[in-house]
């Protein structure tokens, strides 16, 4: 079953500490994507990977960093979380060029308190 | 401004019912998608398109790029149907396969 998974879920924080957002995928897909989303202002990209070591911000890269290690898997962290990091966040996967559509994890919805 | 605008932002139908959702370009777009989170926030791939048109049961959707725009057919409109359905476009000059979404269009059924 082609999925993408994220880890945890639900996440409460408080702020200043440390968090880190897990994903994984099972396709073989080269690149992975981040993106967080709030009320009223849709998807926005935090970061982009293309492969490997292979990583670009997109959007709204401040106050995250990414790692990619593994082909599939992709990590999203934020170092000492701020009150307005809170949102849901997803991963999510695709070929790179042609047929590159992507497929979505289910989100991990994060609060920092 | 947006590069991609999505109409209406809300809508509102009876069960069994025919609707279209539009997407707008303010510039050129070489592929489109449509995506349909549920009501439990699952975000689901849709449709996959370069100019033209697909159609899977009854969904039906077209991207013409030349006039920037896409737009998403609904046919006989059933609860499962219910969500908030975004388009998003790969725009040249913005990188590889990077999409930028719409605002989304929130759909209610009502039974």
């Known amino acids: 079953d082609m999925k993408v998974t994220q880890m945890p879920r639900y996440l409460i924080k408080r702020m200043g500490e440390n968090v880190l957002l897990e994903c994984g995928q099972d396709m073989s897909h080269e690149t992975m994507y981040w993106y967080r989303q709030d009320p009223g202002l849709g998807l926005q990209l935090i970061y982009i990977s293309y492969d490997v070591d292979s990583n670009s911000e997109g959007d709204i890269p401040k106050g995250y960093r990414v790692s990619r290690k593994k082909r599939e898997h992709f990590s999203l962290i934020l170092d000492s979380a701020k009150t307005n990091q809170t949102s849901v966040y997803f991963c999510a996967s695709s070929y790179r060029g042609r047929d590159s559509d992507y497929t979505f994890g289910s989100g991990t919805r994060l609060l920092v308190i | 401004g947006d590069k991609v605008k999505q109409s209406p932002s809300a809508l509102s139908l009876q069960e069994g019912t025919n609707s279209a959702l539009r997407c707008n370009f303010s510039i050129a777009a070489t592929t489109v998608q449509w995506f349909l989170q549920n009501p439990r926030g699952s975000l689901m791939n849709l449709f996959y398109?370069?100019?033209g048109t697909k159609e899977n049961g009854r969904l039906k959707s077209a991207f013409d790029s030349k006039e920037s725009y896409s737009t998403l057919h609904i046919r006989d409109a059933q609860l499962e149907d219910s969500g908030t359905y975004f388009c998003?476009?790969?725009?040249?000059?913005?990188?590889?396969?990077?999409?930028?979404f719409g605002k989304g269009t929130k759909f209610s059924l009502i039974p």
């Open positions: 998003a476009a790969e725009i040249p000059g913005t990188g590889s396969n990077r999409l930028t």
């Open positions: 398109l370069v100019p």
